[in-house]
Nanobody, 126 residues
Framework: QVDLVESGGGSVQAGGSLTLSCAVSGATFNRYCVAWFRQAPGKEREALARIYTGTGTTYYSDSVKGRFTISQANANNTVYLQMNSLKPEDTAMYYC???????????????????WGRGTQVTVSS
């Protein structure tokens, strides 16, 4: 089982930036794909970005491409989500999730991720 702990959320004004962290433990770090999701009240969970920790290959949803950057730090088994040009509609609970890389594909959905963190709240004010 992979343990995931998110941090870095908070309140920021529109146009600002935040960097979220997802600390990964309990498994070999470079054998997973790790993704960031968000869910706002009354809305469905939305996939944002994914990284294959073994290769560093990244994928982004169209809604955040160009504004958000996913990256990893192998030294401390952490995946980051750098968020720039934040908008009020980015307000949500942000979660990271992990799935063994052998099970990951472009078609992988949120429901297939086996391990999730508890989330960190991001609030963007106008």
């Amino acid at each position: 089982q992979v343990d995931l702990v998110e941090s870095g959320g908070g309140s920021v004004q529109a146009g600002g930036s935040l960097t979220l962290s997802c600390a990964v433990s309990g498994a070999t770090f470079n054998r997973y794909c790790v993704a960031w999701f968000r869910q706002a009240p009354g809305k469905e969970r939305e996939a944002l970005a994914r990284i294959y920790t073994g290769t560093g290959t990244t994928y982004y949803s169209d809604s955040v491409k160009g504004r958000f950057t996913i990256s990893q730090a192998n030294a401390n088994n952490t995946v980051y989500l750098q968020m720039n040009s934040l908008k009020p509609e980015d307000t949500a609970m942000y979660y990271c999730a992990a799935l063994h890389s052998s099970l990951c594909s472009l078609k992988t959905t949120g429901a297939q991720y086996t391990d999730w963190g508890r989330g960190t709240q991001v609030t963007v004010s106008s």
